[in-house]
């Protein structure tokens, strides 16, 4: 079983820098919880610049396998936080490949990678996390693009933005994230086959757990699950919605596009 170890420090300036690119005008300070999803800003993959593929991504290979499929999303994840965070404190994570399997989509061969990851900080478990990834094969030219989803109408919540290009590249510059996709419109459009400057799943991700931060400053989300089910591009709105459980214990969380179609839904458990 592939399996691999990486140590961090909860930097102050680090979380600062995300809250800034969140549009905080205050960050958690040293001694406080980091908020949930926060963590994936570090743990950064610092690879050497001569192991880069051409998509951006360390080379497949050493911990992630080579399917020998080119491009590589984030395609959900499902976590929990069974202790918090803190900021100013060393952090470690375990990391193993659970699964690996391939199936024939309607776009192509599809190959799926499940990784596991135990966050500690200090001694305690903070967080356990399955990270799905998802491999295609080469966009085809003039291939269709998968039938879209119409999202739900009944958000209680909902906060728009536009994810533009210097969002993007705050976020990849946080999780030194050089994927082509997310800052390269030429290499985007014309190997990958995208309309435009693809907004990170990850980022996505956050944006929703923020809404709900947002929404309950003082909640404590005890598990999340997410789901990428169609490409968010820089330049139009993202709407996050929110709808909470009448008896308060989950939400239901999604966003949608400029078009109303269904980018990615979510689910947290509150304490």
């Known amino acids: 079983m ?23 005008d205050a960050a958690p300070n040293e001694g406080d919880a980091l908020p949930p999803l926060w963590h994936w800003i570090f743990f950064r993959p610092i690879a050497r610049q001569s192991l880069i593929a051409e998509d951006g991504h360390p080379q497949k290979g050493s ?4 399917l020998g499929l080119p491009r590589r999303m984030w395609a959900g994840g499902r ?15 375990e990391s193993t490949i659970l699964d690996v399997s391939e199936k024939q989509g ?17 001694d305690v478990t903070a967080i356990e996390e399955e990270h799905d990834i998802v491999y295609r094969e080469p966009a085809a030219p003039g291939a269709p693009a998968p039938a879209p989803t119409p999202a739900p109408r009944d958000a209680q919540w909902q906060r728009d933005i536009v994810p533009d290009e210097t969002l993007l590249l705050r976020y ?7 994927h082509r996709i997310h800052y390269d419109k030429p290499y985007v459009t014309q190997v990958e086959g995208y309309p435009g400057l693809v907004v990170h799943g990850p980022l996505i991700a956050t944006l929703l757990m ?62």
């Open 79 to 93: 976590l929990r936080f069974p202790a918090p965070v803190v900021v100013g404190e060393r952090i470690t994570r």
């Open 2 to 24: 592939q399996t691999e170890s990486a140590a961090d420090i909860v930097a102050p300036t680090s979380v600062a820098a995300l809250a800034a690119t969140l549009d905080y």
């Open 106 to 122: 309607r776009t192509g061969k599809l190959g799926f990678v499940t990784v596991g990851h135990r966050i500690c900080c200090g």
């Open 63 to 66: 911990f992630l396998p080579d």
């Open 210 to 271: 923020d809404l709900l931060r947002r929404q309950l400053p003082d909640a404590t989300v005890i598990d999340f699950s997410f789901k990428a089910q169609r490409p968010c591009f820089a330049g139009n709105t993202l709407h996050l919605c929110g709808q909470p459980s009448a008896d308060g214990k989950t939400v239901e969380l999604w966003s949608k596009d400029h078009e109303g179609w269904l980018g990615m839904t979510a689910r947290a458990t509150l304490a």
């Open 172 to 178: 990849s510059a946080l999780t030194f994230n050089a």
